[in-house]
């Protein structure tokens, strides 16, 4: 007599694991689209054209589904700005897996520096737009600096001197902001010789170290 083959218990759980999955790559990408809708009008229109229904309008969502990531204005504005410093964290990982010393102290600090020279640049209409929404809450900008001291705690790595490793930051930093709102551009020539002059210092803030370390 055939024996029946018991069902196995963890068909239940591995069914319920799968949809589980499902769910979170669907709301992932919901979220996704809604910043995105979110950042479109900003740029397009402005941060006081933002409301609720434009954006649930321009992503083609529901308002519930809305109001299940993001429950008010200002964080979608939040989401946004959230958004934007995970895409350059991401563009850092890229010169990070690309760095040909990824053993010296220098290399998150180059990444920092080739992701902000090659990197896109963002819409300045964009930007305006947040930081005029910065300038009516100020909370929106805790994260911001949050970041940016964690950015600058990476730039000084252990086997860096600190001095020159700052200067090649914030000269970096002042570069993206001249490129963001159009200063003075320098042609490419010029704007590839100045990055290779801020990795020729990140280069000399290694052995500057070493050699102090080597006297003490």
């Known amino acids: 007599m055939p024996t029946s083959q018991p069902s196995s218990s963890s068909e239940p759980v591995q069914a319920s694991q799968e949809t589980k999955t499902r769910k979170s790559i669907a709301a992932t990408a919901t979220r996704d689209r809604l910043l995105q809708a979110t950042i479109h009008i900003i740029q397009t229109q402005g941060v006081?054209?933002?409301?609720?229904?434009?954006?649930?309008?321009?992503a083609k969502a529901s308002k519930g589904g809305l109001l299940y990531h993001f429950a008010s204005k200002e964080a979608?504005?939040?989401g946004v700005i959230q958004?934007?410093?995970?895409?350059?964290?991401?563009?850092?990982?890229?010169?990070l897996a690309l760095d040909t010393a990824p053993d010296s102290p220098g290399?998150?600090?180059?990444?920092?520096?080739?992701?902000?020279?090659?990197?896109?640049?963002?819409?300045?209409?964009?930007?305006?737009?947040?930081?005029?929404?910065?300038?009516?809450?100020?909370?929106?900008?805790?994260?911001?600096?949050?970041?940016?001291?964690t950015w600058q705690q990476k730039s000084l790595?252990?086997?860096?001197?600190?001095?020159?490793?700052?200067?090649?930051r914030f000269a970096a930093d002042g570069f993206a902001d001249s490129e963001l709102f159009g200063r003075a551009l320098p042609d490419e020539d010029l704007r590839q010789k100045l990055l290779e002059m801020l990795l020729g210092i990140i280069q000399e803030a290694e052995s500057d170290s070493i050699a102090t370390k080597q006297r003490s």
Request: hydrophobic share 50%.
């Open 107 to 149: 290399k998150w600090l180059r990444a920092y520096v080739k992701a902000l020279f090659n990197g896109k640049t963002l819409p300045t209409p964009l930007i305006a737009s947040l930081i005029s929404a910065i300038n009516v809450n100020p909370a929106l900008l805790e994260p911001v600096k949050i970041q940016f001291e």
């Open 76 to 78: 979608l504005v939040a």
């Open 83 to 95: 958004c934007l410093m995970d895409e350059f964290d991401a563009d850092i990982a890229e010169e």
């Open 157 to 168: 790595a252990p086997g860096l001197d600190p001095v020159r490793a700052s200067l090649v």
């Open 48 to 58: 006081e054209r933002l409301t609720l229904d434009a954006v649930a309008k321009e």
